[in-house]
């Protein structure tokens, strides 16, 4: 059976949509810029309702509301972007469309599409870290995607800055995290170029694998997955993969033995879907809300 289903991947700067199927099979695809809910939510709404969605499923920037015992459920909460603070995300689609509306973090869509469509299909526990503008991840544990309290936060786990980095961090909650040392934004930030510009400059890359490899060590003695898929415009220097793998290893100090971390070239990977992961997590989540409706 072949359904029409929408996907919706929301950022702070675009609204990616898409038409596919369960198949994770994709139609057609457009982009919008991200202004405010009044003006973009009408755009995108006529665009899934025009073409007969039988569900939708979004991957939603945040902080967002995932507790369905909650009256918030489905909204966007304390984001830093102003208009979208407190809008009834998934409630607005659910209205316009009155399809079943799948709803969760950009990330947890992004590592969904992985386990489902891509690279780590058949794994239980996976986690999609993807570094750009920000830094977030999705976790998949045990077979779900784990939501907890509020949903995980990875980007903004503490890091130890090393001593010769002079640059203070760029997040407004806390310096020395992830997210404030290692995003795209910290990287021009830091060295007075943008990171793309910067590939033939080996300290740049040097230091960015120290600060992912320092969150990375934390997330595997926690979690403990199975494999860690690194997405994202900055994993676009691909420069970065062996120095993380060694410096993961190193930080690791043989304290956990596995076959997995014996073959770190296939644990720690590149994302598998090009940049479909997470369109492809969104159709995923379009047809789970169709199928428990
Ligand atoms: P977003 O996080 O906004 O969804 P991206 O994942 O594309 O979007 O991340 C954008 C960030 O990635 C920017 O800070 C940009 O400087 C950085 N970036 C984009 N392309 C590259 C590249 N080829 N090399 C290094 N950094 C890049
Ligand atoms: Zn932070």
């Not at 973090?105 to 920000?134: P, W």
């Amino acid at each position: 059976m072949n359904l029409k289903l929408g996907a919706l991947e929301a950022g702070g700067t675009k609204m990616v949509c898409a038409i596919g199927d369960e198949t994770g099979r994709i139609f057609e695809q457009i982009s919008i810029p991200t202004r405010t809910p009044e003006e973009t939510i009408p755009e995108l709404t006529a665009y899934f309702k025009e073409r007969g969605v039988e569900a939708l499923g979004i991957g939603c920037f945040g902080p967002i509301e995932l507790d369905r015992r909650s009256p918030k459920y489905g909204y966007i909460t304390s984001t830093p972007k102003l208009a979208w603070r407190e809008f009834d995300m998934a409630g607005a689609f659910a209205g316009a469309l009155g399809c079943p509306v799948g709803f969760d973090t950009d990330v947890n869509a992004s590592v969904l599409g992985e386990v489902t469509f891509g690279q780590a299909k058949g794994l239980s526990c996976v986690i999609y870290l993807t570094v750009g503008t920000g830094v977030g991840g999705g976790i998949y544990i045990e077979g779900r995607l784990l939501h907890g309290m509020l949903h995980p936060e990875t980007g903004h786990v503490l890091i130890t800055p090393r001593k010769d980095d002079p640059y203070g961090g760029r997040c407004p909650y806390h310096k020395n995290c992830l997210e404030g040392l290692a995003s795209g934004p910290a990287i021009e930030e830091r060295w007075g170029d943008k990171a793309a510009n910067l590939a033939d400059r080996p300290e740049v890359w040097e230091l960015e694998a120290d600060y992912i490899a320092q969150a990375l060590t934390g997330y595997i003695l926690t979690l403990s997955p199975q494999m860690i898929i690194l997405g994202g415009g900055v994993m676009h220097q691909t420069q970065l993969f062996p120095l993380i793998r060694e410096k993961t290893a190193r930080l690791l100090s043989g304290y956990i033995r596995t076959k997995r971390l014996d073959d770190m070239e296939r644990y720690i990977v590149p994302a598998s879907l090009g940049d479909d992961q997470g369109i492809m997590g969104c159709l995923e989540l379009a047809a789970r809300a169709r199928a428990k409706s």
